[in-house]
């Protein structure tokens, strides 16, 4: 029964080798070029993550979601760290805050125009989330907590999942806002707002779990 099994894999390399794959045939249409058409957005990822795949961008976000409230639930039952050392040299804050300028600007600037250049909001929840972890690293962790607990931030997270599911759902019922110009900011009818919402519920959330494994783990 080996010998059949080597004889197949042979046959099957010497067929990869010989005979090349038929080609699809497609002509003049480009599939890039009607995910723009139909979405009204230059970047066509955003196109295809919030209009051609929206229901699995959905669950995308629930998922996030559920891990947060995983990270919570699994670290209830902990200790806090009685004392969490921070960066205390000059250097690595003055490096740490430029650094966390740059990413929160880097955010803002991909969660407005990620429909029209890459980005989007899923990255810039990212670049939001490391200028919130540069802070941490740097600050008193009682500080960072009581400015989430001040602007209530753990509200506005599920404020913005839950609009943009009922925008998504919305968009996938066939109703959608006016396209408009394409390229300019004003383009791509619901996309840019599912942007931020998907940017802020990213950001919010990175900062709920930094907030967590500081207070349980100490400086990650």
Known sequence: MKWLYIAAGVALFVKMLLMPNPAAEWGEFSIVGSIVEDAGVTNAVSGIIFRNR?????????????????????????????????????????????????????????????????????????????????????SSSQLMETIYKKWNAAIWEKISVLIFIILAVITLSGIEL???????????????????????????????????????????
């Open 54 to 138: 929206l229901y699995d961008t959905i669950f995308e976000v629930v998922v996030f979601t559920i891990a947060i409230l995983g990270v919570k639930f699994l670290l209830a039952n902990e200790q806090p760290i009685e004392v969490v050392d921070q960066f205390s040299d000059r250097p690595s804050i003055i490096l740490a805050r430029l650094g966390a300028t740059i990413s929160a600007i880097v955010a803002i600037e991909l969660a407005i125009r990620g429909h029209l250049s890459p980005g989007g909001g899923f990255a810039a929840g990212v670049a939001g989330g490391t200028a919130i972890g540069l802070i941490a690293i740097t």
């Open 178 to 220: 006016p396209h408009g110009e394409l390229g300019t900011l004003l383009s791509g009818g619901m996309i840019p707002l599912l942007n931020i919402l998907v940017a802020i519920k990213v950001a919010l959330g990175s900062w709920a779990v930094i907030l967590l494994f500081i207070r349980y783990r100490g400086l990650l």
